[in-house]
């Protein structure tokens, strides 16, 4: 069943066209992994999605039901983590928690409940009567997502959640992102860290200039930038310009790339230029390693947006 | 919704120990230096009521307290409403304005918990007579009331947040200055005795409580008390219609 169905949706700032004609569908109980450089739109995307901005056209509907026309009803059903950490640091864990279920219609026994359940999940039981500022970064964040988990939402939106945490707090967290799908949980989650995506998302979807450029699993991706192949190589003398330009003059060569004495050849899908390139690499002096590389999915981030995804920090 | 929102948002008033310092401990120290001060020999010169020197700050001090207080609701809207926090806020199945709401009310009543503190401290450390408490304490929700709408206005009408809050220090001080608090000579002009008699909240206070202490001109007391109500309303009708910026 689809959850989440966006339809050509468009959202300006001035001339600037944050989304534009963007499509998206999420479908029940996947965790759609949400990447783009900076200034993609994803956080745009996201605000568009959890109703806190006006679209200027298109269409969004949340189970089934239009966004706009239904707008406290589905707020009821989703859960936002935010980017920054946003709990109310004058109040503790406890109420927090017991605020947003409060807000969310919880009452009394059942509150008091999801609340405990919720400190449980985020491992947070003992701290609390603690107020916020005595929480470490991690601690922080945890409490940030127990926030927009009390009320159990069916569609989970996280906008980059394990930002400038400890590695053990960002296992803790996408472990619970994982519990949270298996207990039937849709979630979109936004990061700049593809090997957190690469191990939690079922779907992937690429976002640049305001576009979704591309979506699928993470095999689909690969696959779709297979028609390239990439050769590495260590050589032992100083490449000179000479021999650079007769690397990029190779039958079916895209890119030539040199880093010292390390050379990065691509060429077009079944170009087979391993021989070629190695003929030549012999003649300049000998080949100290080579290497044919495994794509990953910084590789179809490179080739569809043509940029690493780390020049983008913060969307 | 709303009445849960107040307790949680008075709950972190109350451990804003800051608020503390500024709200109680800051105009009772003012209180106790310029109240022996200007007591000398227990009258003060020039009070036409003749009222003691400490009963003359601490009504003052007091009362101009409560417009301090303002700054609570602008605070405490910017950090809910204006900050990353907002988009939390706004995420919530919650329209946004119970939530402004809520803060307004709270302020409100930890403002007068403050004002209603120092007076029981003068009543009972400096034998202030404040005559009816319950009278005292309504006019200083009123002051309050005032004073958090017009810092509200300030924040959500204004788009800038530097300008709102220095619009909300010319409101403070120039309200004082004209109330003759600030030591700076005032003119003596009709426009200047119609403001202090129908628009300051200051003094539209002081007159409501100075002559309920005294059991003296009623009509005084209720006319000022009514003037600080009839300027609630007006202000709350001014915000429904124009403070709804940037919640979208």
């Known amino acids: 069943m689809t959850i989440v169905y966006m339809k050509d949706i468009v959202k300006r700032y001035g001339s600037f066209r944050a989304l534009d004609h963007v499509d998206l569908e999420i479908e029940e109980g996947t965790i759609l992994g949400l990447l783009g450089p900076n200034g993609a739109g994803k956080t745009t995307l996201i605000h568009s999605l959890a109703g806190l901005i006006k679209i200027d056209s298109g269409e969004i509907y949340l189970f089934g039901k239009k966004l706009n026309e239904n707008i406290m009803e589905l707020k009821r059903q989703i859960g936002l983590v935010t980017q920054e950490v946003t709990v109310f640091e004058d109040l503790t864990a406890r109420e927090n928690l017991e605020f947003f279920g409060g807000i969310y219609g919880l009452r009394g026994a059942e509150l008091k409940q999801r609340v405990n359940e919720t400190l449980s999940f985020v491992g947070l039981t003992d701290k609390a009567k603690s107020l916020p500022t005595k929480f470490s970064g991690g601690m922080k964040r945890r409490l940030n997502i127990a926030c927009a988990l009390v009320h159990r939402p069916k569609l989970l939106i996280m906008d980059e959640p394990t930002v400038g945490i400890d590695p053990q707090s960002r296992n803790y967290i996408l472990d619970s992102v994982r519990k949270l799908q298996q207990q039937g949980t849709t979630i979109l989650y936004t990061t700049h860290y593809m090997e957190e995506v690469q191990t939690i998302a079922s779907q992937i979807a690429i976002m640049d200039r305001g576009h979704v450029i591309a979506k699928g699993t993470l095999d689909e991706l690969i696959e779709n930038i297979q028609h390239e192949e990439r050769i590495e190589l260590e050589v032992v003398n100083e490449p000179t310009s000479e021999l650079l330009v007769e690397l990029e003059n190779l039958n079916g060569v895209k890119q030539v790339t040199q880093d010292s004495k390390n050379i990065q050849v691509v060429s077009s899908g079944g170009a087979e230029n391993v021989d070629n390139v190695l003929e030549i690499i012999k003649k300049a002096g000998g080949v100290r390693s080579v290497s044919a590389k495994k794509l990953t999915l910084e590789d179809v981030f490179l080739t569809l947006t043509g940029k690493t995804l780390r020049d983008g920090e913060e969307d | ?248």
Do not use: C
Not at chain 2, 115 to 120: D, H, T
Not at chain 2, 179 to 206: C, K, M, R
Not at chain 2, 216 to 238: D, K, P
């Open chain 2, 1 to 248: 919704m709303l009445l849960r929102s107040i307790y949680y948002s008075l709950r972190r008033m109350l451990r804003g120990y800051v608020g503390y310092v500024i709200l109680i401990l800051l105009p009772l120290a003012i209180i106790t230096v310029n109240g022996f001060a200007a007591a000398g020999d227990g009258i003060v010169v020039g009070d036409e009521h003749g009222r003691s020197g400490m009963e003359v700050i601490s009504v003052g001090i007091i009362i101009a307290f409560q417009l301090v207080g303002g700054f609570y609701t602008m605070e405490t809207i910017k950090a809910d409403l204006f900050s990353e926090k907002r988009w939390r806020m706004l995420s919530l199945p919650y329209p946004i304005y119970i939530h402004a709401i809520s803060i307004l009310i709270s302020s409100v009543l930890f403002s007068v918990l403050n004002g209603s503190i120092m007076v029981l401290f003068t009543y009972w450390v400096f034998d202030v007579n404040w005559g009816n408490m319950g009278w005292v304490i309504l006019v200083l929700m009123l002051v309050s009331l005032v004073s958090q709408l017009v810092f509200l206005i300030a924040v959500t009408v204004i788009k800038r947040y530097k300008i709102a809050e220095f619009i909300g220090y010319a409101y403070l001080f120039l309200f004082m200055i004209l109330s003759g608090y600030l030591f700076i000579p005032v003119p003596d002009i009709a426009l200047i005795d119609w403001i202090n008699q129908y628009i300051n909240p200051l003094t539209l206070g002081e007159t409501a409580i100075i002559y309920q202490m005294q059991g003296q001109e009623m009509s005084e007391v209720y006319r000022s008390t009514g003037m600080l109500f009839a300027i609630s309303v007006l202000l709350i009708a001014f915000m429904v219609l124009f403070g709804r910026r940037r919640y979208t």
